[in-house]
Structures are given as structure tokens and as C-alpha cells.
């Protein structure tokens, strides 16, 4: 069974850190895009980051540019995202996401919640 689990989340204060994990099982990813969305209360799901199989990164969200950076271990099959300078309007539950060259993210993780306090 493929799957995807998110870990890492949870409280930081603004100007804090956190660094997510999403870690992934059940077949071989390395030829797969990855990327990070994220959903704050009552909004809809927004992209944040993607990287592809070669470790090429698409552009980041605007809203997080500059202070969050994606990665992965493909030897680990883990993605990574490192958020610092987070802000109180960085509060949603982030998801990562999974799919092969062409037919977009069609694998995703739970989701984990990171709130960050003012």
C-alpha cells in the first residue's frame, strides 16, 4: 500500500522554526514529483513548494518565499520542508503530496498541523 505520513508539525512562536517530514512507503518515489500544499482554517488548499524526481524546484508560493525551503532524501524516501521565519498566517495543516511525471498529485499524506502563535 502506498502511502505518504507527515510528520513534524505542531506549536512554534512567530520568527520560530519547524521542519516537516513526509515520509514515504510502499513503492520506490524516486521518480516521482513531490510537493507541499497547505489548508488554513476556512480557505482552501494552496500550494506551497514542489520538487521534482531530479531535485529540480518549481517556484515557491509567494507567501512563503524566502523562508521556507523543500528538499528530499531520496535514498530515505522522505521530503522535507524547512519553514523558518514562520508567521502567525502560516497556521494550516500541511499536506504532502506524491505523483509520477505527467498525471499530477495523485498521492497524499494526512496532513499534520503547525500553528504558529503571535
Known amino acids: 500500500q502506498v502511502q505518504l505520513v507527515e510528520t513534524g508539525g505542531g506549536l512554534a512562536q512567530a520568527g520560530g522554526s519547524l521542519r516537516l517530514s513526509c515520509a514515504a512507503s510502499?513503492?520506490?518515489?524516486?521518480?516521482?514529483?513531490m510537493a507541499w500544499f497547505r489548508q488554513a482554517p476556512g480557505k482552501e488548499r494552496e500550494f506551497v513548494a514542489a520538487?521534482?524526481?531530479?531535485?529540480?524546484?518549481?517556484p515557491y508560493a509567494d507567501s512563503v518565499k524566502g523562508r521556507f525551503t523543500i528538499s528530499k532524501d531520496s535514498s530515505k524516501n522522505t521530503l522535507y520542508l524547512q519553514m523558518n521565519s514562520l508567521k502567525p498566517e502560516d497556521t494550516a495543516v500541511y499536506y504532502c503530496?506524491?505523483?509520477?511525471?505527467?498525471?499530477?498529485?495523485?498521492?497524499w499524506g494526512q496532513g499534520t498541523q503547525v500553528t504558529v502563535s503571535s
Open positions: 503530496a506524491a505523483g509520477p511525471p505527467g498525471a499530477g498529485y495523485v498521492i
Open positions: 520538487i521534482t524526481w531530479r531535485g529540480d524546484k518549481a
Open positions: 510502499g513503492r520506490t518515489f524516486s521518480n516521482y514529483a
